[in-house]
């Protein structure tokens, strides 16, 4: 694009922001617009709460435009399946054939406002059950535009709460003081969300969940689970799976400088030990001078080798060696 802004670009610009008004945005470099992006809904009138898929329409102006045809990406797509994109997107390159040569934004933002409105039931599954949405199905469309039956929230929503009291109590009093209080979120994007679990929890489970025959274990899946089988078993082999096969110590304890100070203790207690034991020990050893062994010394009491927590890579809590201050065999 020149400089200087064909005049037939700054009349779309003006007509898209009288009919959008804030719907639109329109980005310009060096005063020069380049770019037009714009939320496109289905047609429901002025009932929002039915417009459950939406999608992000940019609309990159290129050199020469509307001579040359722009470059429109669609971003975000809320509720539409690959399926439904795919058709909007061969659409588009159609009407950017037809329309060569003149403005032809508003005419894709009416192009994709069909088509959501013909597909303004949301596609795909819903995330908690897995199940699709059907004709008779209560589903709700949440703030971030994700799309779960209605049942299956309900669910989601009372297990969250239920998992965030149990960790709750779980900490001591100071703690729960505190904590912040719990929050609805998104199974999806994690987003905060608001919703009232007891109508969610009046609405029937979903259709498909009802109709769908009894599960039956086929010879796929069968040959499917060997298959997995094998797979765990090799990785197993090659140490790719943690936590199996494992008896061993662990590699790293993480510690605190409380247990710090009693390991210091231990230590000390236990060399003080140690060394009274093995002097015990020589002494048991040591000829007397009439050719015999001194055993009137009564022996002290020996303490067994530190066997706490390992407590990372140190001598003295590697398997197989002999703990530091432990007493010395007699001989």
Same mark, same amino acid.
């Given at each position: 694009?020149?400089?200087?802004?064909?005049?037939?670009?700054?009349?779309? &610009?003006?007509?898209?922001?009288?009919?959008?008004?804030?719907?639109?945005?329109?980005?310009?470099?060096?005063?020069?617009?380049?770019?037009?992006?714009?939320?496109?809904?289905?047609?429901?009138?002025?009932?929002?709460?039915?417009?459950?898929?939406?999608?992000?329409?940019?609309?990159?102006?290129?050199?020469? @435009?509307?001579?040359?045809?722009?470059?429109?990406? &669609?971003?975000?797509?809320?509720?539409?399946?690959?399926?439904?994109?795919?058709?909007?997107?061969?659409? /588009?390159?159609?009407?950017?054939?037809?329309?060569?040569?003149?403005?032809?934004?508003?005419?894709?933002?009416?192009?994709?406002?069909?088509?959501?409105?013909?597909?303004? &039931?949301?596609?795909?599954?819903?995330?908690?059950?897995?199940?699709?949405?059907?004709?008779?199905?209560?589903? /709700?469309?949440?703030?971030?535009?994700?799309?779960?039956?209605?049942?299956?929230?309900?669910?989601?929503?009372?297990?969250?709460?239920?998992?965030?009291?149990?960790? &709750?109590?779980?900490?001591?009093?100071?703690?729960?003081?505190?904590?912040?209080? @719990?929050?609805?979120?998104?199974?999806?994007?994690?987003?905060?969300?608001?919703?009232?679990?007891?109508?969610?929890?009046?609405?029937?489970?979903?259709?498909?969940? /009802?109709?769908?025959?009894?599960?039956?274990?086929?010879?796929?899946?069968?040959?499917?689970?060997?298959?997995?089988?094998?797979?765990?078993?090799?990785?197993?082999?090659?140490?790719?799976?943690?936590?199996?096969?494992?008896?061993?110590?662990?590699?790293?304890?993480?510690?605190?400088?409380?247990?710090?100070?009693?390991?210091?203790?231990?230590?000390?207690?236990?060399?003080?030990?140690?060394?009274?034991?093995?002097?015990?020990? /020589?002494?048991?050893?040591?000829?007397?001078?009439?050719?015999?062994?001194?055993?009137?010394?009564?022996?002290?009491?020996?303490?067994?080798?530190?066997?706490?927590?390992?407590?990372?890579?140190?001598?003295?809590?590697?398997?197989?060696?002999?703990?530091?201050?432990?007493?010395?065999?007699?001989?």
């Amino acid at each position: 694009m020149s400089s200087a802004v064909d005049e037939r670009i700054t009349d779309e &610009l003006e007509a898209l922001e009288a009919i959008l008004m804030d719907d639109v945005t329109i980005k310009s470099v060096d005063g020069v617009p380049h770019m037009i992006e714009t939320v496109v809904h289905p047609s429901t009138g002025d009932d929002t709460d039915q417009q459950f898929v939406c999608v992000t329409l940019e609309v990159k102006l290129t050199p020469g @435009y509307p001579d040359t045809s722009p470059e429109v990406y &669609l971003r975000n797509p809320r509720g539409l399946d690959d399926e439904v994109l795919a058709v909007i997107n061969s659409q /588009i390159k159609e009407k950017l054939n037809d329309c060569l040569g003149q403005p032809v934004v508003f005419e894709l933002i009416e192009l994709i406002r069909e088509n959501l409105t013909e597909s303004n &039931l949301p596609s795909g599954q819903c995330v908690i059950c897995l199940y699709g949405f059907a004709e008779g199905d209560v589903f /709700i469309k949440t703030q971030c535009y994700h799309h779960f039956h209605s049942h299956c929230l309900a669910n989601h929503l009372i297990s969250g709460r239920k998992y965030y009291d149990e960790e &709750l109590e779980k900490l001591p009093s100071w703690q729960q003081m505190q904590a912040p209080a @719990y929050q609805q979120t998104c199974p999806v994007c994690r987003c905060p969300v608001s919703c009232d679990v007891d109508t969610l929890k009046k609405a029937p489970p979903p259709v498909d969940s /009802i109709t769908a025959p009894p599960f039956c274990l086929t010879a796929e899946l069968k040959a499917l689970q060997l298959k997995m089988a094998a797979l765990l078993q090799q990785q197993i082999a090659k140490g790719g799976v943690v936590g199996v096969g494992d008896t061993g110590p662990p590699p790293l304890t993480i510690t605190s400088p409380a247990d710090n100070d009693n390991e210091a203790t231990n230590t000390s207690s236990s060399s003080q030990v140690g060394a009274k034991a093995a002097e015990v020990a /020589i002494g048991h050893t040591r000829p007397s001078g009439n050719g015999s062994n001194d055993s009137s010394t009564p022996a002290s009491p020996q303490r067994s080798a530190y066997r706490g927590p390992y407590r990372g890579f140190n001598r003295r809590g590697k398997p197989g060696r002999r703990g530091r201050g432990a007493a010395v065999a007699p001989r």
